[in-house]
């Protein structure tokens, strides 16, 4: 079937224009120098302008035109008219040129949950750390991450004036994940990326017990499963609750679409149902490759301590 003919790639297409729009939201709110940060629970739980208006945007321009899909993003906003500008009617169209996978060519709207981080790294937005960031917009069917899009609005932000700004990968499970270059850490190597801002005594723990060559902390689940993806780290470990389902779903897709793997410390698969819990209360245990080798170093005693 053509996939222009499927609801889900053309949700994909219209997602990955509206992912765009939102890095140039984020990139925009920087620009003009008002953040605007409130704290929601705590001094390392930070909301933006941009984590407002851009999730505003997202959520606004997926109902408007897919009004059937159930649609969580991460900020609790109140209900206002979203103003036009901030709209994205736009589909790209290189994506409904691709096959839909035939598991999935005959879902409707109604059938779909997406889930929507306007701003993953927060915090290290606030901080300047901008590389950090990425928006994330993760499909969901029948309770598993299908399709996802992740937006990274200050991709090549060092790399000069002349550098293009921001990029966009995307994948769907049974077609693949496009926009990167895969690339794998070297054979025997073992680097983990784990939390910047949101450590502990168990994170730590669980870290040391990987008997890591080296550890990467950084900010933002997305920014992490890149590093996964292009040979910058092996395994991102955090044995903690603290990340949501907005954080997993997408970047999740576009691990497993290159053949890793995301699972909770435990080793469960995560459910993205409509109706699940939103906080990955046993953690994120994830690889590209030698998913095993991780799984089979976390203590027993972090098992027990993270409920899922």
Known sequence: MASSNTVLMRLVASAYSIAQKAGMIVRRVIAEGDLGIVEKTCATDLQTKADRLAQMSICSSLARKFPKLTIIGEEDLPSEEVDQELIEDSQWEEILKQPCPSQYS???????????????????????????????????????????????????????????????????????????????????????????????????DCVTAMNPDAVLQVGGAGNKIIQLIEGKASAYVFASPGCKKWD?????????????????????????????????????????????????????????ALVP
């Not at 995560?270 to 998913?291: C, E, I, P």
Request: proline share 4%; aromatic share 8%.
């Open 248 to 304: 997993t779903c997408a970047p999740e897709v576009i691990l497993h679409a290159v053949g890793g793997k995301l699972t909770d410390i435990h080793g469960n698969v995560l459910q993205y149902h409509k109706d699940v819990k939103h906080m990955n209360s046993a953690g994120v245990l994830a690889t590209l490759r030698n998913y095993d080798y991780y799984a089979s170093r976390v203590p027993e005693s972090i098992k027990n």
């Open 106 to 204: 005959a879902i409707q709207e109604e059938d779909l949950v997406v889930w929507v981080d306007p701003l993953d790294g927060t915090k290290e937005y606030t901080e300047g750390l901008l590389d950090n960031v990425t928006v994330l917009i993760g499909i969901a069917y029948e309770g598993k991450a299908i399709a996802g899009v992740i937006n990274q609005p200050y991709y090549n932000y060092e790399a000069g004036p002349d550098a293009v700004l921001g990029r966009t990968i995307w994948g769907v499970l049974g077609l693949g994940a496009f926009g990167f270059q895969l690339k794998e850490v070297p054979a025997g190597k073992h680097i983990i990326t784990t939390t910047r801002s949101h450590s502990n005594k168990l994170v730590t």
